[in-house]
């Protein structure tokens, strides 16, 4: 399937999954932590500078967000985990709404599980890579923010990864300052 990711538009926000846009096209789902990136993702793999809102602020994804990507799928921008100031707490709404969202999709493809490359996988992100597993749901790492590390600390975080059992070829390394590395993200999604 050959898709445009430049034909992409915001379809809605929603609380559950039971509120999703009608249609049978596949889902992409993304999950990270709350300040990983995911937002600029979406617009850097869109090629578009705005499609998704970006904050500085941790925690602003709160809800289920839609994104037709040329009539073919859905990229499905999902609630953060992690840190946010003002007391809210992501880990719960993020469990909430995935809860929801794995026990009533039926139309999830594939789940891109965002990591900042500056970063060791934290007790969350494992969770939710064994859980992926366990579920036998198709996953990959898409490791964010590649421009800012050096090949030391690249060469460190692959060998992190393997001693926590990640399948290398599972992991795709991204920078929005250099379009190329979306290549493989694009070539994946439209497998």
Known sequence: MTINFSNAS?????????????GQYPEVLLVGKSNVGKSSLINALCNKKSLAYTSSKPGHTRLLNYYNIDNKLYLVDAPGYGYAKGGIDLDKLFSDVMNDYFTNATRVKLVLVLLDSRRELGENDIEIIN?????????ALVMTKLDK???SERHHLVKHL?????????????????PRTFDSLRSLIQM
């Open 10 to 22: 915001f379809v809605k926000s929603t609380p559950s999954i039971k509120e999703a846009p009608k």
């Open 131 to 139: 859980y992926l597993i366990d579920k036998d749901i198709n996953y």
């Open 162 to 178: 393997k001693e926590v059992g990640v399948d290398e070829s599972k992991v795709l390394f991204t920078s929005i300052l250099k």
């Open 149 to 151: 590390i050096n090949q």
